[in-house]
Nanobody, 123 residues
Framework: QVQLVESGGGLVQPGGSLRLSCAAS????????MGWYRQAPGKQRELVAT???????NYADSLKGRFTISRDNAKNTVYLQINSLKPEDTAVYYC?????????????????WGQGTLVTVSS
């Protein structure tokens, strides 16, 4: 079983910065793509950014410039640095990782989600 534990959310003033972390644990063989999504109150979950196992990144067009995704493969961890926070960035941020595990005599691929971490941007 694979679990993702997110941290780093909280209350921050407009213009501030946050760094979110998401660590995977469990019987992991490899981790493929990692990503961050967010869901604002009353809205659908949306993509923020993804990063491949090779380090290639992709960002939602509207969020380019203030968000930076990175990963530490040795720690099975993905990060999201958010700068110049705006009230409209208020949302629950979810981590997603595509992992390969060894189970029942075979390698299997799993999409795993974190529990979410709340980011509130307010003065």
């Amino acid at each position: 079983q694979v679990q993702l534990v997110e941290s780093g959310g909280g209350l921050v003033q407009p213009g501030g910065s946050l760094r979110l972390s998401c660590a995977a644990s469990g019987s992991i063989f490899t981790i493929n793509a990692m990503g961050w999504y967010r869901q604002a109150p009353g809205k659908q979950r949306e993509l923020v950014a993804t990063i491949t196992s090779g380090g290639s990144t992709n960002y939602a067009d509207s969020l380019k410039g203030r968000f930076t995704i990175s990963r530490d493969n040795a720690k099975n961890t993905v990060y999201l640095q958010i700068n110049s926070l705006k009230p409209e960035d208020t949302a629950v941020y979810y981590c997603n990782q595509g992992v390969t595990i060894w189970t029942q005599g075979a390698y299997q691929y799993r999409e795993v989600w974190g529990q979410g971490t709340l980011v509130t941007v307010s003065s």
